[in-house]
T-cell receptor
Framework: EAQVTQNPRYLITVTGKKLTVTCSQNMNHEYMSWYRQDPGLGLRQIYYSMNVEVTDKGDVPEGYKVSRKEKRNFPLILESPSPNQTSLYFC????????????FGPGTRLTVL | GQQLNQSPQSMFIQEGEDVSMNCTSSSIFNTWLWYKQDPGEGPVLLIALYKAGELTSNGRLTAQFGITRKDSFLNISASIPSDVGIYFCAGQGAGNMLTFGGGTRLMVKP
């Protein structure tokens, strides 16, 4: 089954404790992206990747890192999480570019205390 | 960054009514997209618009790419209960970054 998976689905952590949210897709897509969703703000793009080893900043990259060492995986890293990073995070992938049909993962709800 | 203003923020309508929502931008977009998000799920693409003036339908949904390239609207005709959800517009400018609107929460009363 074609899908985007994210782990964990829920995470409660404390300020400053490094964490990684994994994202994996099995559709051989070139384009992958991370978004955060906050009430009233819609989805805001954090980082995206057009291909392996190619990543670019989105609208709100501060406090986040990503890597794209393999086509299927695009982890989101928070080196020193802060409470303002409490949010719902979505990973997405598409065949070539962001305006192709993007397939979204199920979301990761992160709470930083 | 770029900003998209989506309105209305929420709508509570009777089943069978038509719905209209729109997005406006302070800058020009080359592509407009409309997504729907069901509770507990990620967004799903409904309609993609690639050319100014383009009018595209997907079943009961119709969306248009504004002539100025700074706006787009989505219409839903004859709404049904399963139309409930949050609808997002998104635009792509010169780069590959996508900007999303704040969403329109649609509630349908049977």
């Amino acid at each position: 089954e074609a899908q985007v998976t994210q782990n964990p689905r829920y995470l409660i952590t404390v300020t400053g404790k490094k964490l990684t949210v994994t994202c994996s897709q099995n559709m051989n897509h070139e384009y992958m992206s991370w978004y955060r969703q906050d009430p009233g703000l819609g989805l805001r793009q954090i980082y995206y990747s057009m291909n392996v080893e190619v990543t670019d900043k989105g609208d709100v990259p501060e406090g986040y890192k990503v890597s794209r060492k393999e086509k299927r995986n695009f982890p989101l890293i928070l080196e020193s999480p802060s409470p303002n990073q409490t949010s719902l995070y979505f990973c997405a992938s598409s065949l070539w570019r962001g305006t192709d049909t993007q397939y979204f993962g199920p979301g990761t709800r992160l709470t930083v205390l | 960054g770029q900003q998209l203003n989506q309105s209305p923020q929420s709508m509570f309508i009777q089943e069978g009514e038509d719905v209209s929502m729109n997005c406006t931008s302070s800058s020009i977009f080359n592509t407009w997209l409309w997504y729907k998000q069901d509770p507990g799920e990620g967004p799903v693409l409904l309609i993609a618009l690639y050319k100014a003036g383009e009018l595209t339908s997907n079943g009961r949904l119709t969306a248009q790419f504004g002539i100025t390239r700074k706006d787009s609207f989505l219409n839903i005709s004859a709404s049904i209960p399963s139309d409930v959800g949050i609808y997002f517009c998104a635009g792509q400018g010169a780069g590959n970054m996508l900007t999303f609107g704040g969403g329109t929460r649609l509630m349908v009363k049977p």
